[in-house]
């Protein structure tokens, strides 16, 4: 859905943006991270075709967005972390001016404002004027004017700025409900927890070059296949000895005292290795999924350097290589 190759891009003085390149799947919603300056904005006003590379392509659903930015923008949606509204008039007429804008037919705006209005929880407001409602609320008419033409890319830079625990929580549902109905979603925030309760993948950029894409969560599951723990009770130094051992499984990391295998995913089998384990003498406390957040993973590549995979991510590649992402 989002193919980007070769991306660079620089401000006077600095490369913000360092030969990237990456293809993102068609319906995931993947977090961009990175700590303050990495690139991140730029790579999505990029993306978004609202500054032109020094060199490198991207392209949205097969449109080149910088040869053709007039059709690649009715294909996307884009909110960046600073904004600004029309003051003067309702909520209903900020989001029929977009729709129009957006080449929304006037027969159609009405109703495309409204569906928008209600996904962002702004039904009830759109007689007020844009100017007096409050932060959080002017954050969510951004979002529904971003995807008020249903868009097949979305773009979100710092979305939840300004919104409350319990509107955050509803940007998250709202989100995956976008995905679940047809949307590839990219959205840069600090928030990690906040991210991890809808993203698929994670995208890390750090000093202009991507060095982790990584499925995370339910994503990060190969086809048929699953991550298991094991906990002893007590220490064993044979633990990842004896799991080797066993046919069909992988060890992904393990110690004398916990282990994390990769098995396919069937009750069965799983049944099979349990009863294994424990035959040739360990003491199983717990034989559970293996749940990597996206918090983990991120503090994994941390820790590990920026050349180290993260365990969640078998597929991942870093630097320029393309990292395909996993539809889930």
């Known amino acids: 859905m989002i193919d980007v190759s070769h991306l660079t891009y620089d401000y006077p003085g600095r490369r913000a943006l360092d030969d990237v390149s990456v293809t993102i799947a068609p319906l995931t919603i993947t977090a961009l991270v990175g700590p303050n300056g990495a690139g991140k904005s730029t790579f999505l006003r990029l993306c978004a075709a609202l500054d032109r590379p020094y060199f490198g392509q991207v392209k949205i659903d097969g449109i080149d967005i910088h040869d053709d930015p007039r059709a690649a923008h009715q294909r996307m949606g884009f909110l960046p972390d600073f904004f600004g509204l029309y003051d003067e008039i309702t909520v209903q007429q900020c989001l029929l001016y977009r729709a129009r804008a957006q080449g929304v037919s006037s027969s159609a705006a009405e109703t495309a404002a409204r569906r928008a209005a209600d996904r962002l929880g702004l039904g009830d407001r759109l007689r007020e004027k844009a ?8 954050q969510r008419l ?14 979100l830079d710092e979305p939840a700025s300004g919104l409350d625990p319990e509107a955050r929580i509803a940007l998250a549902q709202v989100l995956r409900q976008l995905r679940d109905d047809g949307m590839t979603i990219i959205v840069s925030s600090h928030i990690l927890a906040e ?19 990584t499925p995370i969560g339910q994503a990060a599951h190969h086809e048929g296949r699953q991550r298991l723990r094991i906990r002893l009770a007590q ?18 990391e393990g110690d004398a005292l916990t282990a994390v295998i990769d098995i396919a995913d069937d009750a069965g089998r799983r049944a099979d290795v349990l009863k294994q384990l424990i035959g040739a003498g360990l003491a199983v406390s717990e034989f559970a999924p293996e749940h990597l957040g ?25 630097g320029t290589q393309v990292a395909k992402g996993v539809q889930s």
Do not use: W
Request: glycine content about 6%; charged content about 20%; aromatic content about 4%.
């Open 131 to 138: 100017g007096t409602l409050s932060r959080g609320l002017r």
């Open 142 to 155: 951004a979002i529904a004017q971003a995807i008020i033409h249903e868009p097949k890319v979305l773009m």
């Open 195 to 213: 991210l991890e309760d809808y993203s698929t993948h994670m995208l890390i950029i750090r000093d202009g070059k991507i060095v982790e894409f």
């Open 235 to 252: 220490e064993d130094m044979r633990l990842p000895a004896i799991v080797q051992q066993v046919a069909d499984i992988s060890l992904i």
């Open 294 to 318: 996206l918090q983990d993973a991120y503090l994994n590549h941390v820790h590990n350097g920026t050349n180290g995979a993260t365990i969640a991510a078998p597929q991942a590649m870093s």
